[in-house]
């Protein structure tokens, strides 16, 4: 990609995290703190985005929709503008929660589109890649608890459907409070998870170039990061609860599970 | 020492025969010292309820206990005994001892682990207590009643589930939202149970109580008991989405929550759970609302249902409770038996040590004045020899002081070492 193109974009990624940051603290608070703030960001954000595209065109010659990391940008693009209007419309504030995190991410891959000379030692490059790799586990054991809380909740809620408690009725937590500890782990892995995959990329990008995100593993994981965000954002916008909930949690365990096993044979790459 | 418990209780008399000798609690200082009064009497402890009305007593090993309460029971309660026949028990040493541990455990109660037995039995023991009437066997008889009742309730499931239908629906809350702190709950209808099942959730910590009734008038009766607020019957529906509890029992014909308007409210409630508990005959309530995700619906049955469940399993637990009672009973059996033996051995320790005392002074007549050394010998000596005579039988004693048959045993050591009580 062109680099005044790429330059713009990084400075819109760099608003767009400000989006992010609002929606972990819905997610993990459950208040609003800096909605007013990451709208404005993201507004502005969407006009760099816009000349980033802009100077894409220019300089290629063409619409800037070729390629893996054109196509990515121009989406984020149109997802960021298409939210601004659903929002000027409706002020469905509740929607940040999802097209934050994920127009983030999203840009952030997208400006990876040039590789960087970077020079880092093998230290700082180790110690990054043990945060990644901590805060995916500490991610992971978040969202374990998570499917265990939600297994004990629907074998609670059959004994209770059925009307007919046996002994596991006795000794299981009552359904509120596991469907709070549902909540709570399942927040906190996402932040843990949503973190990861930033510093996770940056390694990736730094290491690798332009070349890393045609990985299968790479796609494995931003599917089941987000599958993750539609789990937080069901839960906590759309108010998915009890059942449905616990099935979604399972699942996203069973993806998570997937991307590990794939995951397990990273360390050939990382030794090359 | 002998123990002795006499009573009657909801399993052998009726209600007339248990108000005769029922005692009022203010008699119950006078009562216990009139007991202790009487001949051999060292200790008393009545227990009156309304289920049961027992006499407990310790006496000295001369005098009769069963003589000596049922003059009692004539003369204060005008009852002879005899007439009372089968409906009187009485019951002596481990069998008395087996009946406390029983009646504190709450194992002979009408609803078998309904704990309120254990406080009244408290009751008894600290009127007891306040007047001297405890003061050793049946002091530590008691008090161990009151651990194997603990033992009982934290070991076994006996108390843990709810065996009325109000409580159950209590029970049931919990298991659906933790904790019942900061509930609403809306009674439409009124009636005994529904009141009642308020009443419980109130105390478990609904925060607040709305009542609905086709007579606005009746509905604001009932909100000035639970201090609630009345809600005119029109408005009640509008009002679900903000109430966690639905207790149901208006005499209407016809479903008054449909399913599809317990849909509506759960959207509206965002999914939160609900319960919704339908007392009323017929049912207030479309059976097909439990199908519906995160809402929980109990009718009358369903509830009787797990009251049911909640009983069995109780006789169950309570099988497992005897089994741990009769195990209490043997520690208590052995440890008075322990405590029976332990004069003995101190007796048969003294009176060797009297015979290896005049031993080592006809020595030392004999000898004249020895040299420390020689002193520190013949001590250790002597003593080495009682020593190893006198292990035998203690640890003979200690044995037998636990059987059944042990006393035989104990007799002859006595008399073989001609030891005096």
């Given at each position: 990609m062109a680099e005044m193109s790429i330059v713009w974009l990084r400075v819109a990624a760099g608003l767009y995290s400000l989006g992010l940051i609002d929606s972990i603290l819905t997610i993990t608070q459950r208040r609003a703190h800096l909605f007013r703030i990451a709208i404005?960001?993201?507004?502005?954000?969407?006009?760099?985005?816009?000349?980033?595209?802009?100077e894409q065109g220019t300089a290629i010659g063409q619409f800037p929709a070729s390629g893996f990391y054109e196509s990515m940008s121009l989406c984020a693009f149109l997802i960021t503008a298409l939210f601004l209007v659903v929002y000027w419309r409706y002020r469905l504030e509740s929607l940040g929660v999802f097209i934050f995190p994920l127009v983030f991410i999203m840009t952030l891959v997208a400006s990876m589109g040039r590789p960087v000379q970077a020079s880092w030692s093998s230290t700082v490059r180790d110690?990054?890649?043990?945060?990644?790799?901590?805060?995916?586990?500490?991610?992971?054991?978040?969202?374990?608890?998570?499917?265990?809380?939600?297994v004990l909740y629907l074998v609670q809620e059959r004994e209770l459907k059925r009307k007919k408690p046996r002994s596991f009725y006795h000794r299981l937590p009552p359904l509120g409070t596991l469907d709070d500890l549902i909540t709570k782990f399942m927040s906190w892995g996402f932040v843990f998870i949503t973190v990861a995959v930033v510093v996770g990329s940056v390694w990736a990008f730094v290491e690798f170039g332009t070349r890393w995100v045609t990985d299968p593993k790479i796609a494995i994981s931003l599917f089941t990061w987000g599958i993750y965000l539609a789990m937080v954002f069901l839960r906590v916008s759309a108010g998915w609860r009890?059942?449905?909930?616990?099935?979604?949690?399972?699942?996203?365990?069973?993806?998570?599970?997937?991307?590990?096993?794939?995951?397990?044979?990273?360390?050939?790459?990382?030794l090359r | 020492m002998k123990l002795l418990v006499a009573g009657v209780s909801h399993k052998t008399a009726p209600v007339e025969v248990r108000e005769r000798l029922a005692f009022a609690e203010n008699s119950l200082p006078l009562v216990l010292r009139d007991l202790t009064s009487?001949?051999?009497?060292?200790?008393?402890?009545?227990?009156?309820?309304?289920?049961?009305?027992?006499?407990?007593?310790?006496?000295?090993?001369?005098?009769?206990p069963v003589a000596t309460v049922s003059s009692f029971l004539q003369e204060s309660r005008g009852v002879a005994t005899g007439a009372l026949g089968p409906s009187l028990y009485q019951h002596e040493g481990r069998e008395a001892i087996h009946h406390l541990f029983r009646v504190a455990s709450s194992l002979d109660s009408m609803v078998v682990g309904e704990p309120q037995i254990l406080g009244q039995l408290k009751q008894a023991y600290a009127h007891a207590k306040a007047n001297d009437c405890l003061t050793g066997l049946l002091e530590t008889i008691v008090s161990r009643a009151f651990n194997v009742a603990k033992r009982v309730r934290s070991e076994t499931g006996i108390g843990q589930?709810?065996?009325s239908v109000s409580y159950a629906a209590v029970e049931l809350a919990r298991k659906i939202f933790g904790t019942l702190a900061g509930r609403t709950v809306m009674i439409v209808g009124s009636g005994k149970m529904s009141e009642l099942a308020a009443r419980h959730l109130r105390r478990s910590g609904a925060s607040h109580i709305f009542v609905t009734n086709r007579t606005y008038e009746r509905a604001q009766e009932l909100a000035t008991v639970f201090q609630g607020t009345p809600v005119e019957y029109t408005r009640f529906p509008a009002m679900l989405p903000e109430v966690d509890i639905v207790i149901t029992s208006s005499g209407a014909p016809h479903y008054v929550l449909t399913r599809d308007?317990?849909?509506?409210?759960?959207?509206?409630?965002?999914?939160?759970?609900?319960?919704?508990?339908?007392?009323?005959v017929?049912?207030?309530?479309?059976?097909?609302?439990?199908?519906?995700?995160?809402?929980?619906?109990?009718?009358?049955d369903d509830?009787?249902?797990?009251?049911?469940?909640?009983?069995?399993?109780?006789?169950?637990?309570?099988?497992?409770?005897?089994?741990?009672?009769?195990?209490?009973?043997?520690?208590?059996?052995?440890?008075?038996?322990?405590?029976?033996?332990?004069?003995?051995?101190?007796?048969?320790?003294?009176?060797?040590?009297?015979?290896?005392?005049?031993?080592?002074?006809?020595?030392?007549?004999?000898?004249?004045?020895?040299?420390?050394?020689?002193?520190?010998?013949?001590?250790?000596?002597?003593?080495?020899?009682i020593n190893k005579i006198a292990h035998g039988p203690i640890s003979e004693l200690r044995k037998q002081a636990g059987r059944p048959d042990g006393v035989h045993v104990i007799d002859a050591i006595r008399q073989v070492f001609h030891l005096k009580d």
């Open positions: 404005g960001a993201l507004a502005l954000a969407g006009v760099f985005h816009l000349v980033s595209i802009v110690a990054w890649l043990i945060v990644h790799v901590v805060l995916v586990l500490l991610g992971y054991a978040a969202l374990l608890f998570t499917a265990v809380a939600a009890g059942r449905k909930a616990a099935v979604m949690a399972i699942t996203a365990l069973g993806c998570s599970a997937l991307t590990w096993v794939a995951h397990a044979q990273l360390q050939s790459l990382w | 009487r001949q051999g009497i060292s200790e008393a402890l009545v227990l009156s309820t309304c289920n049961r009305v027992e006499i407990v007593v310790a006496a000295d090993d001369a005098v009769d589930m709810a065996v308007e317990m849909q509506r409210v759960i959207v509206a409630r965002r999914n939160k759970p609900m319960f919704v508990i339908d007392i009323a017929p049912r207030n309530v479309e059976p097909t609302v439990n199908e519906i995700d995160n809402i929980f619906l109990y009718d009358i509830l009787q249902e797990v009251v049911n469940a909640n009983l069995r399993d109780r006789n169950k637990e309570a099988e497992r409770a005897e089994a741990l009672v009769i195990q209490e009973v043997e520690h208590m059996m052995a440890r008075l038996k322990v405590q029976e033996v332990a004069p003995t051995i101190v007796s048969l320790q003294g009176q060797l040590e009297q015979i290896r005392a005049g031993e080592i002074e006809r020595v030392r007549r004999k000898l004249g004045p020895l040299t420390p050394d020689q002193e520190e010998a013949i001590e250790a000596l002597t003593r080495g020899i």
